[in-house]
């Protein structure tokens, strides 16, 4: 069972223009969701999270928006610039351990 | 944000070896880590949580003997693959927790068993 879904393997944006990851979850207890960047032979990135108790959080280029209701996510990134390209995951964590569950990731690439 | 670091950063063995991987959190202090493994193009998978002081949790299916996992101090953990195989090829990352919620991870070790 996938908690965590990233339906989109890729998306490919023109630079300068709005980049938009989707991310959905099944699994309610979730109360915390990360986006982290990841190149390959690299470990992942944290780019920037959110509280389940908010709806939006934003951090210079990058937003994230939480749907509770919807169970869905989504990183908006903009302008979205070359050095962006890299595979994103996004990340669920509840309960006292705080592991994180991964989606599969999508590919960003932006095109100059 | 916070640094890990992984040593080695890649590693070749001949199978039945063991290997040795080190975690540091280099400017925390980490009660918790995480070991994660990466298949190509797939996500990270959760092996074991890393508790300083106490034994680790492993995930269902990963063998507790195969993957011995040594959390010494805040600041180090350690994985050993023991009686490494061809199957056990892979990309190892390790993440420590720095405060509530946020995983730091480090840049991931690349194992190649012959």
């Known amino acids: 069972d996938q908690q965590v879904k990233q339906n989109s393997p890729s998306l490919s944006v023109q630079e300068g223009r709005i980049s938009i990851l989707n991310c959905d979850y099944t699994?309610?207890?979730?109360?915390?969701f990360l986006w982290y960047k990841k190149y390959p032979a690299e470990g992942p990135t944290f780019l920037i999270s959110?509280?389940?108790?908010?709806d939006k959080n934003e951090d210079g280029r990058f937003t994230v928006f939480l749907n509770k209701s919807a169970k869905h996510l989504s990183l908006h990134i903009v302008p979205s610039q070359p050095g962006d390209s890299a595979v994103y995951f996004c990340?669920?964590?509840?309960?006292?351990?705080?592991?994180?569950?991964f989606g599969s990731g999508t590919q960003l690439t932006v095109l100059p | 944000g916070a640094v890990v670091s992984q040593h080695p950063s890649w590693v070749i063995c001949k199978s039945g070896t063991s290997v040795k991987i080190e975690c540091r959190s280099l400017?925390?202090?980490?009660?918790?880590m995480f070991w994660y493994r990466q298949f190509p193009k797939q996500s990270l998978m959760l092996m074991a949580t890393?508790?300083?002081?106490?034994?680790?949790?492993?995930e269902q299916g990963v063998e507790k003997d195969k993957f011995l996992i040594n959390h010494a101090s805040l600041t180090l953990s350690t994985l050993t693959v023991t009686s490494a195989h061809p199957e056990d090829s892979s990309f190892y990352i390790c993440?420590?927790?720095?405060?509530?919620?946020?995983?730091?991870f480090g840049p991931g070790t690349r194992l190649l068993v012959l």
């Open positions: 993440s420590a927790r720095q405060g509530a919620e946020t995983q730091y």
């Open positions: 699994n309610s207890m979730f109360d915390y």
């Open positions: 959110i509280s389940s108790i908010k």
């Open positions: 990340a669920g964590t509840s309960g006292s351990a705080r592991q994180l569950t």
């Open positions: 400017d925390f202090q980490a009660t918790t």
């Open positions: 890393s508790n300083e002081g106490s034994k680790a949790t492993y």
